[in-house]
Nanobody, 127 residues
Framework: QVQLVESGGGSVQAGGSLRLSCAAS???????MGWFRQAPGKEREGVAS????????YYADSVKGRFTISKDNAKNTVYLEMNSLKPEDTAMYYC?????????????????????WGQGTQVTVSS
């Protein structure tokens, strides 16, 4: 079993930055980790995913060049560094774990492809 706890959300102005953290209990070193987000009235969308250090992460087109996902296996923690935030980035952000390896090595993946989820952390970007 893997339990995930997100932190680091908050309210910022457009152009600002936030760093989200996802602390995992249980072994996640060889598991795909992802970040998803869901805005009110919209479907949950994949933002970024990472398999392990040294393997290319994947990003949604909407966040490429602005968001960076990283993974610290020693701390069992995944991070999402978000820069140049826009109002359209406002959403609940969720950490997810354990999509199939082949998914993680080719794309962010769909939410149903991940087995474990955190409770989410809110990000609000004002204009």
């Amino acid at each position: 079993q893997v339990q995930l706890v997100e932190s680091g959300g908050g309210s910022v102005q457009a152009g600002g930055s936030l760093r989200l953290s996802c602390a995992a209990s249980g072994y996640t070193s060889n598991k795909c980790m992802g970040w998803f987000r869901q805005a009110p009235g919209k479907e949950r969308e994949g933002v970024a995913s990472i398999y392990t250090r040294g393997v290319m992460p994947y990003y949604a087109d909407s966040v490429k060049g602005r968001f960076t996902i990283s993974k610290d296996n020693a701390k069992n923690t995944v991070y999402l560094e978000m820069n140049s935030l826009k109002p359209e980035d406002t959403a609940m952000y969720y950490c997810a774990a354990d999509s199939p390896r082949l998914v993680c090595l080719s794309r962010v993946g769909a939410d149903y492809e991940y087995n474990y989820w955190g409770q989410g952390t809110q990000v609000t970007v004002s204009s």
